[in-house]
Nanobody, 124 residues
């Protein structure tokens, strides 16, 4: 069993930056691919970024490429999402997710464990 706890959300002006963290419990973190998803009000949850178990592969949603960076520290059982905001459309609840496999994927159905989410609000 893996438990995930996100932190680092908050209110930021467009053009500002935030770094989200996701701390994972359990002994398998170093073998788990990790992902970030987000859900805006009235919209479905969508993929944001994913990283393989050894950081060798990353994937990003097109709208965040060049602005968001996913990374991980296996020694700290933590995955990060650096957000350089540009627009209020980045406002959402951001969720961290872990999958039992080592390969980074972009579909929510392939993830087995989810955090509770952290709110990011971007003001114009």
């Amino acid at each position: 069993q893996v438990q995930l706890v996100e932190s680092g959300g908050g209110l930021v002006q467009a053009g500002g930056s935030l770094r989200l963290s996701c701390a994972a419990s359990g002994r398998t973190f170093a073998r788990n691919a990790m992902g970030w998803f987000r859900q805006a009000p009235g919209k479905e949850r969508e993929f944001v970024a994913a990283i393989s178990f050894n950081s060798g592969t990353t994937h990003y949603q097109d709208s965040v490429k060049g602005r968001f960076t996913i990374s991980r520290d296996n020694a700290k059982n933590t995955v990060y999402l650096q957000i350089n905001t540009r627009k209020p459309e980045d406002t959402a609840v951001y969720y961290c997710a872990a999958r039992r496999g080592t390969i980074a994927t972009v579909t929510s159905q392939s993830y087995d464990y989810w955090g509770q989410g952290t709110q990011v609000t971007v003001s114009s």
